[in-house]
Structure formats: C-alpha cells, structure tokens
C-alpha cells in the first residue's frame, strides 16, 4: 500500500497535469491504496494559486478545497467534486476494511457525503453495515445529477434516506458523466426533430432508407475486417442485424443466425466453435 501524495506534481502516472498540484480524491484514493482499476478519465487535484480551472482531463481546484489528508477526506472530496466512480469504489472497498467506512459515516451519520457513501457500500458489497438510522433526514439521491446522467427517480432506500437513482444494478452499470458538449447536444433535442423528419415522412421512403443505412453499415463492417463480400453475402448480414433483439439468444437462435449469415452451408460446420 503506499503513501498519500503530499507535493505538487507535473506528472501522475504517465498523465500531464496542466500545471504543478497535488492529485486528490480518487487520484490520490487509486494512488495510495494501488487500486487494481483503470484511472478515471478525468481526475482532480488541488493547485497553489486560487484560480479554479479545468480540461478534459484534470479538474483544478484551489488550496481551499483541499481535503484532510485521510480516506474520510478524500472520499467525501470525490463524492463531492467528482461524482460517483463505482469502479474505483468497488475496488477501494474492496481494500479497506469495514470498520473504516462505519467510522466516516458515524462521524456524520446525516451528512449527504457519508450517507451516499454508506449507501454505496452496502450496494456495491452486499454487506452490511453497524450504523443505526439516521433519523429525520431529507432523502437524497445516491447520484448527484449535476455529475452524470442518471434516472430522474428511483426507489427510496428507507435504511439509508437515499434515492437509488443509478441506471443499473451492480453486476452493471455504466455511469455517463456529463459534460459541456453532452450537455449542448442534448439542448438540440436532436431525437425529437429526428421523430417529427420521420413523422412527416412516407413509410415507403423510411422503411428504403433503413434498408440502404443497414446495408452500407455491413458493407462497413466488413471492409473494416479487410474483407470484400458479395452483394447477396452482405444482404444475408444486413438482415440479420435487422432481426436482432428479436428473440432471445440461445444457442439454436445463435445458430439460426449463422445460417443466414453463412447462405450455402454444405462446406462449413455450423455450430459453436470448439477449443
């Protein structure tokens, strides 16, 4: 396990920051505990002049926003300024024990940083843990959605006064953080023109487009796996993305599919491919 870091640095495993600070919250949480998990695409860390400033990569706060130098400190940074990263919480649960997080969340048993990190592990683990109920407290969402998509409802967790509103259970879910250009493009509503274009328009003339669409995009496919198909091979995978999501998978489904793909049968072994 190694140290928390204490001096300002250009460089923090391999990534440029855009100016000497000190990596914080899940940086310095996947630093000091050697997380087994990719590093968030974007990271935090706290600078010496008092000017915020930011890029795709790095957020830049000032000394004031400095955490205490303690997993409880680092935590409730991340939650706060970061959001929600369940890869590197599942993995820094993972690593720290129990009794550490019932520590955070009894030192603040009301507080909306150590009730959704209460909520988080319990989630994320399975496990629970010795901390009483919170009493009379606002609910809150287990997302913050000022940091990333999420359901605009879910189901309360009585236990922990905190709206489940994550978009998936915990064997999956991906979590979109938002973004100004995510945020300008949803602003376009571009779904909603593209119903009313196709309101507007002939099924005749939709139902061609999609089929010219769907054969230019297996014409893609295979170009991109260096191959040149016939015209008729192509259709044969046209159709069969067309009919996906359809049925089930299965075996036999996945080898009816193949079928269709394949055409002529008699000089190919169908099936499952074996070691």
């Not at 300024?81 to 009894?106: M, S």
């Not at 990190?117 to 407290?137: Q, R």
């Amino acid at each position: 396990m190694g140290e928390w870091i204490t001096e300002s640095v250009t460089v923090f495993h391999g990534r440029r920051l855009p100016e000497p600070a000190r990596p914080t919250g899940y940086a310095a949480l996947w630093h000091r505990y050697e997380l087994a998990v990719p590093l968030p695409t974007r990271l935090a860390a706290i600078a010496q002049r008092h000017r915020q400033s930011a890029t795709a990569e790095w957020l830049i706060l000032t000394p004031r926003h400095a955490p205490e130098e303690s997993l409880a400190g680092h935590l409730e940074f991340a939650l706060k300024w970061e959001g929600v990263n369940l890869g590197v919480l599942k993995r820094l649960f993972g690593r720290v024990p129990a009794e550490e997080i019932v520590a955070i969340v009894r030192a603040k048993p009301t507080g909306v940083y150590a009730r959704r990190l209460w909520f988080l592990y319990e989630w994320l683990t399975g496990a629970e843990l010795d901390i009483p109920d919170p009493g009379k407290v606002r609910s809150i969402p287990a997302v913050d959605p000022k940091h990333h998509y999420v359901p605009v409802d879910g189901q309360l967790s009585s236990r922990h006064k905190v709206v489940n509103n994550l978009p998936g259970p915990p064997e999956f879910c991906p979590l979109v953080r938002r973004t100004p250009v995510l945020d300008q493009q949803r602003e376009k509503e571009l779904s909603d023109r593209a119903r009313a274009v196709i309101g507007r328009t002939h099924p005749d003339i939709v139902a061609r487009t999609a089929a010219f669409l769907l054969l230019s995009d297996s014409r893609a496919s295979f170009r991109i796996e260096g191959e040149q198909p016939s015209h008729d091979r192509a259709a044969r995978w046209a159709q069969t993305i067309s009919s996906a999501g359809v049925i089930p998978l299965s075996t036999i489904e996945l080898e009816r599919l193949q079928r269709i793909v394949i055409g002529d049968d008699r000089f190919v072994s169908l099936g499952l491919r074996g070691c």
